[in-house]
Structures are given as structure tokens and as C-alpha cells.
């Protein structure tokens, strides 16, 4: 990685003291036995936890991924190959799987890794508390028996079609039963200092500077991992981001703390690599709070439908790195899309109409409150726009840019807000990563609806979609749910997005899985 000096660097990122101290231990921290070479990584803001099972926050993720492992892992074309578990198998009726799991696994503090870590796991913490998974088990009614150390079977009331894509690092990561069991999960020191099976094992957290994870050596897949040590650099500032990789002070940036304006000049920068057009379809969407104010009447969602300009959004804050709303689903999984019911059908751009809705709402001119995440320059811009969009329609909006720790409370916890503006990654499958935007939520936890809509027939359609036995019935059932969700609108999808990684040619072996965050153990730096 290359220095351009002290006060340069420093003012590329705009780091404090705290961020330096930290990346100053790098050198020593390359000479790790085995494995040789630092990778620096952004991310944009201190992540709620260190606890894949309690959060899909994408900073989670992102560090995470390293250090915790699932039982299976995707590659780009959503192919399942081994992690804990070597093998498995399903049965025709697609209600039992059967995993033989990997031996002579240790957790990071040297404890063996078992089927009882998996059980506990599933039947304790992801069936309660994860924000996509909790929903499906329970409503699979899965139950987990393991025949002996090495050995986990699952039994599914219903089929389920993306099962097995679901037993991700992201969805599904294996916690480990004797340092959880009996305690309060989230409360649990490891909850912010991770005890995982994976390549890397958790060295430190600076926080609002940087996070440490260094080489496992004792890690099942040796001579993995090749790198000595990550260092997770906390950047609040897009444009800092950018300008970190091109100065070489960050060796990769992801696609989501990526500011769209920049990528033109990063992609021609033949220092740098980039991935394009593996994606993961997402949704970038404005969700309601319809238990209280203005947005208690679907009048006034559907005049906020027809008063914000999508394709402005998509050439503004995306740099046409996406594409404009069309349903409740997004348009990642084309199969189910619904255009008779879509947004261009049912919500044209039309202020005046919009107006007309929102006065017919009872709409009593108070200004509606706007919280995002702050460290995110899309959702910035995004909410610049939709403030502009509103007002012409005679709405205004406070926009509350926030820390993320502070607006995930806000909006999942105490649920102060009218509208708040969010983004969701489908992990592979509509069942898996939007059942949560929609069904009905009574809980505090994070990444879900927090929107107050509760529709029985939406729960029950929702349920059937995703155990649904072929794609031509799941298909009928979700087009089916656009009639009431488009109609509804708890939450206006504005975008899905197309995604651009990018990252310095110093780095080898990266992007091997679907998920640009999984699979470093194989990641290679240059020269070192």
C-alpha cells in the first residue's frame, strides 16, 4: 500500500488521531506466521454489533463474514459449496435436510465446534431474534435434531425453496453454544468481541477508528488464510472513500458505501479493479409509519407515489446505477413482477393529483420527520430529493440524518419517524431477504418492518410464497401480493440497485463468492 505521506493521508480521509494509532500497528501485524499482508477495508460507521445473528446491518456483515462461518457458502452463481458443513443431502418432498458437518473444527478459543453449536444456534438465537431468518423458521416450524457431533437434520413442516441458499455466514451464522447458552444474546460481551470458527479471528475495536480481525491460525482450511490481518477503516465521508483508494490508503470499498458520482473515475483508474453485474438484488425504498400521522391514511402514501420522480433518483443519486420502482418486490427477480398493478400503472408522476390525495388525507400541514443513516451519501441525496419532491406537493420535511446506531433505534425501536428512508439486500431470494418489509412485526429488532402494517392475508400469502413447491406457483402468489402491497404501500420501493465493487489490483483472489464480504480466506496482497 502505497504513503503519501502523514499529513496527506490524514487529510484524504480526514481520520483522527485514534484512526491513525490504529492502522500504525499494521506493519508489525503482517509479520504474522503464516500469513503475510494487510488488506484495509472501509466501511462508513461503527456497526450496532458484532453479531451476525442479531442484525443484517451490512457493517455487521461486513466484518463478520471473516470471523464467523455457515454451513454453506454461494458463489456467483448462487452455487452452495461446503463451510461447516461438508455435505448434505434433501429429501424429494424438499421438508428434510441432512448435514454431515465438518471435524476437527475449533472455535477461536480453542473449544471443539459440534451439531449441538448448530442446534442451539438455530433453535435459540436465529429462530428469535435474526431479522430474515426468525420469520422463515418459524413460519417452516423447522425443529433441529442432531444423531451425534457431526450431524444436524432439519425437519420443515412445508417446503421451502431457498432453504439451502439460506444456510449463509449472512443468514445463518453458527454461534458458538457454550459461550451464548444461558445468557441474554444481544447483552453478551462476545457480542461485540466475536468467538467464530472462521479464518479470522476478532483483535480489536477502536471504535469510531478502525477494527482489527487477524489470521486464525488454527484454521480448518490451512494454509488459509493467506493475509495476516484486515483493519476495517471507519470513513464517514463518501467522497473520503473514494479518494482512500486512489491515494492507497483503502484497498477495497463495496458497492454500499460507494459514492455513484465517483465510480467513472475509479473504473478508468488502472490501479483499481472492479466487479460488475454479479448482483444480489436489493431495494432502496421510503418506509411509512402507519400506526400514527399523516401516513396513517394510505391517501397519503399514495400521494407520495405519485410526487417522487424515480428516474430522477436513478440518474441523481445513482448515477443510472439502478433502476426506478416497480412494485412492492423491486424488479431484482423478474419472475414475479406484476405490471398490471406497477408503479408507472398506478402512480405516474403527478403532483397535482398528489396534492389532491394528501389534502384529501386531512394532511394538517405539519412538517413529517425523516430519519437516515448520515454516513450513507445516496441516502443523503436521496432524501435532499424527496424533500424537494414533497414540498411541491405541500409537504415538508425535516430531514434527520443520523448516526446509524441512533437511527436504527429511532426507526426499529421506538419507531419515531413518518418516514425514513432504507435499503434492503434480498439475500438471494425474495422469501429470504423482503418477507420482513411486510409481514407483520411486533418486536423491537432491527432491519424489518417497523412500519406498524399488519395484514393477515399479506402474513399468510407471504408464508405460502415461500414454501411454495415450484417457481410458477410462488410467482402467481407474489403477483398476487403486489395487488394489496402496491395498493397498500407501507413502504415505497424507489430503486433496485446494480452494484460496482471496487477495489486495488494489490488484492488477488477477492470476489470468489456472491457476496463481495464472504470468502477472504483466499485473498492474496501482492508483494507481500
Known sequence: MTD??????????????????????????????????????AIDADPPSLNPALSTDYAVGEVTAKVYEGLVWLDRDYTPHPALATSWEASPDGKTFRFALRQGVTWHDGKPFSSADVKFTFEEVLAKL???????????????????????????????????????VFDAPILPRHVFQGTNVPANPASQAPVGTGPFKFAEWNRGATIRV?????????????????????????????????????????????????????????????????NIPAIWFAMFNTASGVFAKKEARQAVAMAVDRPRLVQQVMGGLARPGVG????????????????????????????ALLQAAGHDGKPVRMPFDA?????????????????AIGLEVQLEPLERSVMLDRVYAKREFDITLQSFF???????????????????????????????????????AATAPDRDRRAALYRELQVILNEDLPSLVLFDEQTVDVASKALTGIWAALDTRDQWAGVRRQGS
Request: aromatic letters at 8%.
Open 130 to 168: 435474526h431479522p430474515r431468518t426468525a420469520p422463515v423458521l418459524q413460519n417452516l416450524g423447522a425443529t433441529v435434531e442432531t444423531p451425534d457431533d457431526h450431524t444436524v437434520v432439519f425437519t420443515l413442516q412445508r417446503g421451502y425453496a431457498p432453504f439451502l441458499v439460506q444456510m449463509t
Open 375 to 391: 454516513a450513507r451519501p445516496q441516502l443523503r441525496s436521496e432524501a435532499q430529493i424527496l424533500r424537494e419532491n414533497l414540498r
Open 214 to 278: 487477524v489470521r486464525n491460525e488454527s484454521y480448518w482450511d490451512s494454509p488459509k488464510p493467506y493475509l495476516a490481518d484486515i483493519v476495517f477503516q471507519i470513513v464517514p465521508q463518501g467522497a473520503n472513500r473514494s479518494a482512500g483508494l486512489q491515494t492507497g490508503e483503502l484497498d477495497i470499498v463495496s458497492d454500499f458505501y460507494m459514492p455513484k458520482p465517483d465510480l467513472p473515475r475509479l473504473i478508468r483508474d488502472n490501479r483499481l479493479q472492479n466487479r460488475q453485474g454479479v
Open 426 to 464: 434480498s439475500a438471494g431470494d425474495p422469501a429470504i431477504g423482503y418477507t420482513r418489509l411486510y409481514v407483520t412485526n411486533t418486536t423491537g429488532g432491527t432491519n424489518n418492518n417497523a412500519s406498524g402494517y399488519s395484514n393477515p392475508r399479506v402474513d399468510a400469502l407471504l408464508g405460502e
Open 328 to 355: 412492492a418486490f423491486g424488479d431484482g427477480f423478474g419472475w414475479l413482477v406484476n405490471e398490471e398493478v406497477s408503479y408507472a400503472r398506478k402512480y405516474p408522476l403527478d403532483p397535482a393529483r398528489a396534492r
Open 4 to 41: 503519501s505521506g502523514g499529513i496527506g493521508r490524514r487529510g484524504a480521509l480526514g481520520l483522527g488521531a485514534a484512526a491513525w494509532a490504529g492502522l500504525a500497528l499494521r506493519p508489525g501485524l503482517a509479520l504474522a506466521a503464516g500469513g503475510s499482508g494487510t488488506a484495509v477495508a
